[in-house]
């Protein structure tokens, strides 16, 4: 099995942090070094996913506002926007 490239890093970590570290690796059954790569890698992980998230969720506004203003031009009246959203051409 080819190890992974490490560097090493010196950190200093207040107790109560390390303490919940040392509980998280208990739990886990990794190593000190190992729950914390973990957690970092999770941690950016997640952002990342919120940023995708958030990409994702301005493109969905901006559909269903282009969405909207096809449907209120067809019916030549505003339409309720929740219809709209709703993909209601008729407000049922």
Same mark, same amino acid.
């Given at each position: 099995?080819?190890?992974?490239? /490490?560097?090493?890093?010196? *950190?200093?970590?207040g107790a109560?942090?390390?303490?919940?570290?040392?509980?998280?690796?208990?739990?886990?059954?990794?190593?000190?070094?190992?729950? *914390?790569?973990?957690?970092? *890698?999770?941690?950016?992980?997640?952002?990342?996913? #919120?940023?995708?998230? /958030?990409?994702?969720? $301005?493109?969905? *506004?901006?559909?269903?506002?282009? $969405?909207?203003?096809?449907?209120?031009? #067809?019916?030549?009246?505003?339409?309720?926007?929740?219809d709209?959203?709703?993909?209601?051409?008729?407000?049922?």
């Open positions: 099995m080819a190890e992974k490239e /490490q560097e090493h890093l010196r *950190i200093r970590l109560k942090l390390l303490k919940r570290i040392d509980a998280a690796r208990e739990r886990s059954g990794r190593t000190r070094t190992d729950e *914390i790569e973990a957690r970092l *890698i999770e941690s950016f992980t997640r952002l990342e996913m #919120q940023e995708v998230a /958030q990409i994702a969720a $301005r493109e969905m *506004i901006v559909e269903l506002e282009r $969405r909207a203003r096809e449907l209120n031009a #067809q019916k030549d009246q505003v339409v309720d926007f929740y709209a959203l709703m993909g209601r051409k008729d407000g049922k």
